[in-house]
């Protein structure tokens, strides 16, 4: 089967998923290589809208919904203001030796090595069409999955959120005569 074949055969969710991998690599390797860390971000909002229309893809619509809400929403702006309170300044890049570069490069290739090597060691499942099911990415039955067999991580979860919002609430909370850092 040669290319031309194989583009004229395909159909119109394969060519949306053909393009929204390559989108969400090419974001995904955006977020890694800019140096502004302001573009970072925006690529990684960039990363996570291609990866909800990958889950449309998958019949996961609430999924895709969640994801856009929640990562590309509400951790995204946590992500923005964390880098402007840093206040990054393109000083801190001269100051990196060569000798940090060259070990976050062996550091970066060992990993790389790293999942190659498991990614050919493992075993993929079959995929049979002849058992889809068109209800499993819908809000019921992710509603009774997450109530039914993760009851207990679920709440321990939303007690961990709880705790993280206090916490938040009082090391925002200024006394009087407090400096201000």
């Known amino acids: 089967m040669d290319f031309s074949t194989f583009i004229n055969n395909l159909t119109p969710a394969a060519i949306f998923f053909y393009v929204l991998s390559f989108l969400t690599i090419l974001c995904g390797l955006m977020v890694v290589l800019a140096r502004n860390p ?11 809208f291609c990866l909800s229309g990958h889950y449309v893809l998958l019949n996961a619509q609430f999924l895709a919904a969640v994801n856009i809400i929640v990562y590309a929403g509400a951790i995204m702006v946590l992500f923005l203001f964390v880098i402007m309170f840093l206040n990054l300044r393109q000083e801190d890049e001269e100051s990196k030796t060569n000798l940090v570069k060259i070990a976050a490069t062996i550091v970066g ?5 790293i999942m190659v090597g498991v990614l050919r060691k493992s075993q993929f499942g079959s995929y049979n069409p002849y058992e889809f ?5 819908m809000v019921e039955s992710l509603g009774n999955v997450l109530y039914n067999d993760y009851l207990l991580p679920f709440e321990l979860a939303s007690v961990l959120f709880l705790i993280a919002m206090v916490g938040a609430v009082m ?3 200024r006394e009087a005569g407090d400096r201000h850092f």
């Open 38 to 48: 302001i573009h970072s971000v925006l690529f990684l909002i960039g990363t996570f």
């Open 171 to 173: 090391l925002g909370r």
């Open 133 to 137: 099911n068109s209800q499993v990415g």
């Open 109 to 113: 290739g060992t990993l790389g090595v």
